[in-house]
């Protein structure tokens, strides 16, 4: 994707952090050493983009560049180094794919057919109705779980074809299912059943269940 596909044809001519995020940015800059206020950065495009609907202006960058005392160029390359930071409009839920290899191993390749399939949308586009957008984006540090499904602040972990429709149903109709694991599994716990050893003793354990399993069917 270009730099031009990444940023706003749109702008607005002014940006300015509310007074309570001007308190806020006030904290996080007292946490690092006189002189290393650029180390803000990051958490101040956050801010930013919190405030600003979801999305970054250049106006921002300037604000925040002019804070922190950074060209806007050094700011502008942070910005646009991170997917989770938008340089444009996105809609209401904003949908990061995951299709870095353990995912695409684990299916991502179906849960990407499913949103295509039902808002006709490629990586940077937003849907018809405004509410979906989706980017394609590199691991996002949950493989354990693959495939991910990144929306808004929130992971969707395990999904396939039939799961990512049931989430968007849920998302269309403004009522997210709960966040994590649509298997059911508990964090990231083996998908047959915890694995510890204090599991192993009391019998829980998935090994233990799928011994109980197969012993069943001897
Ligand atoms: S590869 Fe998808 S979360 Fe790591």
Redesign the pocket.
């Known amino acids: 994707m270009s730099i031009d596909d990444r940023i706003a044809a749109d702008q607005p001519k002014t940006f300015q952090f509310t007074a309570e995020n001007e308190k806020e940015i006030k904290r996080i800059i007292a946490k690092y050493p006189k002189g290393r206020q650029a180390s803000a950065v990051m958490p101040l495009l956050d801010l930013a983009q919190r405030q600003h609907d979801n999305w970054i202006p250049m106006a921002a960058i300037e604000a925040i560049a002019n804070r922190l005392e950074m060209a806007e160029i050094r700011v502008l390359e942070v910005a646009t180094f991170y997917t989770m930071f938008n340089l444009k409009p996105v809609g209401k839920y904003f949908l990061q794919a ?7 191993l684990r299916g ?1 390749d179906e849960m990407m057919r499913c949103i295509k399939d039902r808002y006709h949308i490629a990586s940077g586009q937003t849907s018809a109705c405004g509410r979906f957008s989706l980017l394609e984006v ?6 354990v ?4 499904l990144q929306v808004n602040d929130d992971f969707y972990e395990d999904l396939d074809y039939e799961t990512t429709g049931a989430l968007l149903d849920s998302l269309e109709a403004d009522d997210p299912l709960p966040v994590g694991s649509v298997t059911g599994r508990s964090g990231s716990e083996a998908s047959g059943g915890g694995t510890t050893l204090a599991a192993v003793k009391s019998g829980k354990s998935g090994k233990s269940a799928s011994k109980k399993r197969g012993s069943a069917h001897a």
Not at 98 to 103: A, E
Not at 138 to 143: K, M
């Open positions: 995951c299709t870095t290899t353990p995912c695409w991502s590199e691991c996002l540090g949950a493989c779980n693959a495939p991910i």
